[in-house]
Nanobody, 125 residues
Framework: VQLQASGGGLAQAGGSLRLSCVTSGGTFSRYALGWFRQAPGKEREVVAA???????YYADSVKERFTISRDNAKKTMYLQMNSLKPDDAAVYSC????????????????????WGQGTQVTVSS
């Protein structure tokens, strides 16, 4: 299974970016998917996650500003980031894990099996 994240870049505070994570291999519709980020000098943290059946989780710091979604036909996950803040600057990575329907939504990095490379998000104040 391979994941490819893209869409990072430079945005002004208050602006928006949309990240994408395209997968290949495996069965996308079975995956729980997550976005994680790591800023310099900080630990990696979960940003948002989405279950194979569609329910979602958001870190408190991004609620009401970020939206995670998935398109099973395109084997792609998205992260729409609005009202960006300088604190959102980090390397964003996507991750996937095959889960059964009744499994809880994984929200810890250690729960995920497959990882993509990161995409840099920079927010200017």
């Amino acid at each position: 299974v391979q994941l490819q994240a893209s869409g990072g870049g430079l945005a002004q505070a208050g602006g928006s970016l949309r990240l994408s994570c395209v997968t290949s291999g495996g069965t996308f519709s079975r995956y729980a998917l997550g976005w994680f980020r790591q800023a310099p000098g900080k630990e990696r943290e979960v940003v948002a996650a989405i279950h194979r059946v569609g329910y979602t989780y958001y870190a408190d710091s991004v609620k009401e500003r970020f939206t995670i979604s998935r398109d099973n036909a395109k084997k792609t996950m998205y992260l729409q980031m609005n009202s960006l803040k300088p604190d959102d600057a980090a390397v964003y990575s996507c991750a996937a894990k095959d889960v059964i329907l009744s499994a809880p939504l994984p929200t810890r990095a250690d729960d995920y099996v497959h990882w993509g490379q990161g995409t840099q998000v920079t927010v200017s104040s």
